[in-house]
């Protein structure tokens, strides 16, 4: 079982930027194709970024292409959600998730196809 941990998240003004991190609460050396997800308050959580298990392929919700940008950092044992240009539209509670198994190269933007979830963390644009 692999727990996530989500931090970085907070409030930051209309145009800001803020990068979340996400960890395995106990370092692993196994590597997941992972992803993040958001939820808005009334809403349904929704696909934000996907990273490959070799990190070489990314995937992006159009809401959010050209804004945010997914990486890992092997050695830190870490990915990062880096968001900038934010609008009070990209207020939720965002969470990262990884995937047991799959290939090397593929990306994964459906939720049911992940087996591993952080607690989330809040992030709220104000205008």
């Known amino acids: 079982q692999v727990q996530l941990v989500e931090s970085g998240g907070g409030l930051v003004q209309t145009g800001g930027s803020l990068r979340l991190s996400c960890a395995p609460s106990?370092?692993?050396?196994?590597?997941?194709?992972m992803g993040w997800f958001r939820q808005a308050a009334g809403k349904e959580r929704e696909f934000i970024a996907a990273?490959?298990?070799?990190?070489?392929?990314?995937s992006y919700a159009h809401s959010v292409k050209g804004r945010f940008t997914i990486s890992r950092d092997n050695a830190k044992n870490t990915v990062f959600l880096q968001m900038s240009t934010l609008n009070p539209e990209d207020t939720a509670v965002y969470y990262c998730a990884a995937k047991s198994g799959g290939t090397m190269r593929e990306v994964y933007t459906g939720s049911y196809e992940y087996d591993y979830w952080g607690q989330g963390t809040q992030v709220t644009v104000s205008s």
């Open positions: 106990v370092r692993t050396n196994r590597w997941y194709p």
């Open positions: 990273l490959s298990w070799s990190g070489g392929s990314t």
